[in-house]
Structure formats: C-alpha cells, structure tokens
C-alpha cells in the first residue's frame, strides 16, 4: 500500500513538474517520504529557479535540508521515519525505546526543533502546570540543548505534580522522568520537593513510602537532601529490613538443619534492626510474624533443640503480642552456646552425640527415599498395566509382540477377538501372539481365520 502510494505521489510530481505546476506544499508532502526525500531536493532547485521570489523557500528549504542531514545521520533508527513524516507522537515514542543515556547532540536538536517547532511550547507548558497531556513527552529530555529554548516563570506546580504522582503510584517515578527533571528543572528548585513532602502528610502513611523514598533518594543523589535527612533515613532502613524479610521468607522453607542455627541468627539480627525504627512499620511486623512462626513450626517437626549464639531475650516485649509470642516459643526450640557444659569431655560428648544423629537422619532419609521410588514404580507399573488390559488395540498387542510378552500378547489379542470377531485384523494380531508364545499351531488356524474374514469382506462388497 505504501509503495502504491508513493508510485502514485511520484508520477502526480513528475505530471505536476513537466506542467509547471509543482507547488511549495507539494516539495513538503514530497519530503515525508524516505523513497522521495532526495527528489524534493531536486525539485526545490527547480522551484527556486522558476519562483526566486516566493516568500517560503527560505522556510522550506531548511525544512528540506534538516531532514536531509538527519535522515542520512539516523537512518538506522525507527525515530527518523516519524522526523521525515512530522509525526511528533510517534517521534516520542521511538525515542522512548532507546537507552536513558541516548542524546541527541545540541545541533541536531536544534534541525529537529525546526521540523518540530511546537516542542518547546509543550515542555514549557507541561513544567508551568504539572500536566503530561501526553506521556511519551518525558522522552523529550533526550534533545541535548532544548532546555535553552525553554522559558519558564514557576516549577511549583510541576513539583508538586511530580511529588503527588509518585507517592500515589511510585513506577510514574521512573528513570526518564528523574531524567527529564535533571534536564529542565534547574536545581536551585531542587528544595521544592522537600518542602512540599514536608508540608504533606505523606510520610505518616506506611502505604506511600515508596513514593516518598524514591523522591527523597532522587535528591540525595544529586545532593540536594537537607530537612529530610532523618525520614530518609528512617526509609532507607526500612526498605534494607523489607528486602531482608522478604529473602528471608522465600527461604525459611528451604532451610537445611545445619544451616538453622546461621539463619536463625539472620532472624534475631533483623529483629534488633526492625525493633529501633521510629517510623509506622505494621507491613513489616506483618512479615516478621509470619516468618517466626514459619520458623517455629519448621523448628516443632525437628524436635530437637538448636544450638544459637544470640540471646532473644533482647527482643522480649519489643513487639506486639503477636511477634512477643512467637519469640517466647522461639527461644524455646533454641538453645544458647553459653549455656553448654564447658569441660571439653562434655562437648567433645556433645558433638559426637550430634554426629550420630546427622547420620541417623541421613540413613532414615535415605530409606524414606528408597520407599518412595519403590511406590513410585509400584503406581507406575499397575497405571501401565490397565492402560493395556482396559484399552487393548492392535497396535499395544503388537508392542507387546516386539518385546517378546507373548503369553499377555494372547490374552489381550483375544479379547478384542471377543469384542469384534468381524474384524480380521484382530485375528492377524492373534496369530502373531501365538507365534511369539511359540504356540504355532494355534497361530495357524488364527491366520487362517484372518484370510477368510478377509476373503469373505472382500466378496461382501463385490
């Protein structure tokens, strides 16, 4: 469809050329075209020689020859088909898929300005009132140099824009919007946003702190943070214990016994850590009871205690009566280093003692493996053995056949005799399990009864 139509715009030029009648819209349309850019070049020349006065041929000549430069510069990128075409939103979009570290350099965004001169306007206008009417404007930070075409009065709005969105859905915060405020925010106005977190009410509610965090972390990065050092801190200490909670859920069920006594100080390390945060935390006294009593009743199946250095008693009475009662049963399935005998006969005893126990298990495991895979081969086996005797077809009897399981070949092989005695196929497979049983002379009468059938098909449809 394309090419058609690009043909057609081609021999609609040429007509319009050899009749003189090649007008400055048209060289426009004619330039959108990869196929046709080189010739509305071509037909520029001619234009200006026959029309040297037409006020536009300043205008559209460097329309023309932008292009050009960045078509032949960019040819290998999905975004300059849009710059030939002046499709601003599908300009956005295809530099949107390159790298956050993808620029334009000054003088190239300067040809495309010139191809898209709105672009300013709509920056200009989205940092005055906080609105994106379109999203994939925030790519626009990839145009090295467009800031010094910009003239703001106010970045309040925008600010408070960007602050509200993030906290409300904290992905709108992403690497290209840092990057678009890095580029057109200057950071004399970087104070705006800890001045309209801290007048909110945002921080008191454990629901947005991711918001919160990524901005406040924006700020630290580009050292800015200064009235909000101690909530950033409080945050930043609150996601590391999220982070370690979480690892340490999707792992409690993995634990080895030998490792109990490593993990089980993780749990104590991130309680005395979860214990001093000043700030709402009930998501993570959520995950925090959840992972103790996991513990607890992974601990209960050992029935046996486990040997710790940290002391829980430290963490008594931090929490709430909960997380208070899962401690309390904790300490009960552990038991301290400090408290055991310190003679060396008595712990070379206890080792030994622990010792045999490992291998005890070791060899029970192995023996409930050993069962396992014996029911395993049982359940295996007898699902086989009804899939033949319930469903026995030619082809299974045949199978059985080739395995030389000729005794079980026959009686399968009668029974579809019995279910179709029509069918001299049934017969056919019959006399081959006789044949492997190595009873030959039954195998003869079934061939025998298979020619007849056969023979008697064939007169039945004559």
């Excluded at 409930?368 to 030619?394: C, D, K, N, Q, W």
Aim: hydrophobic share 40%.
């Amino acid at each position: 469809m394309r090419k058609r139509i690009l043909i057609t715009l081609v021999l609609f030029l040429f007509v319009s050329h050899v009749l003189g009648a090649v007008s400055i819209d048209d060289l426009i349309n004619l330039s959108k075209n990869p196929g046709t850019l080189e010739i509305s070049w071509e037909y520029f020349v001619e234009y200006i020689k026959d029309n040297p006065t037409d006020t536009k041929i300043s205008e559209v000549g460097e329309l023309i020859s932008a292009k050009r430069y960045l078509y032949n510069k960019y040819k290998d990128f999905y975004f300059v088909d849009a710059v030939l075409s002046e499709d601003l939103k599908s300009f956005c979009i295809n530099l949107g898929v390159l790298s956050a570290n993808f620029r334009l350099p000054k003088e190239d965004t300067e040809m495309i300005i010139y191809i898209f001169p709105q672009i300013p306007t709509v920056i200009e206008e989205i940092l005055e009132t906080g609105i994106f009417s379109e999203p994939f404007y925030k790519y626009l930070y990839k145009l090295d140099g467009l800031r010094e075409f910009l003239s703001v009065n106010s970045y309040e709005k925008f600010i408070e824009s960007i602050v509200e969105n993030s906290v409300k859905l904290p992905i709108f915060f992403d690497e290209d919007m840092k990057n678009f405020i890095s580029t057109f925010v200057p950071q004399n106005n970087f104070a705006l946003f800890e001045e309209i977190i801290n007048k909110s009410r945002y921080v008191v509610n454990e629901e947005n702190y991711l918001g919160i965090y990524n901005l406040l972390s924006f700020l630290e990065e580009n050292n800015f943070l200064k009235q909000s050092l101690v909530v950033y801190s409080q945050l930043d200490k609150y996601f590391t214990i999220k982070k370690m909670l979480t690892s340490l859920n999707n792992s409690v069920f993995f634990i080895e016994k030998q490792e109990l006594p490593s993990f089980i100080s993780q749990v104590y390390d991130v309680g005395i850590e979860l214990k001093d945060i000043q700030i709402e935390k009930n998501l993570l006294y959520n995950m925090y009871y959840s992972l103790l009593r996991t513990l607890n009743s992974k601990l209960d199946g050992i029935q046996e205690l486990v040997p710790i250095e940290k002391n829980f008693e430290n963490l008594q009475l931090a929490f709430n009566n909960e997380i208070n009662g899962e401690i309390l049963k904790l300490q009960n399935n552990v038991i301290r280093i400090q408290s055991y005998p310190t003679s060396k006969v008595s712990v070379d005893s206890s080792l030994s003692q622990q010792k045999t126990k490992a291998e005890n298990q070791v060899r029970e495991n192995k023996y409930v493996a050993f069962i396992y895979i014996i029911i395993g081969i049982g359940i295996a086996t007898l699902f086989i053995f009804l899939y033949f005797e319930l469903f026995p077809t030619y082809n299974k009897i045949n199978f059985l056949c080739n395995l030389k399981f000729g005794k079980y070949a026959v009686h399968l092989a009668e029974k579809l005799v019995i279910k179709d005695p029509g069918n001299y196929k049934n017969f056919l497979v019959l006399a081959r399990s006789y044949e492997v049983l190595g009873d030959y002379a039954a195998s003869i009468n079934a061939y025998k009864s298979a020619l007849n059938l056969k023979n008697k098909n064939i007169f039945d449809k004559k």
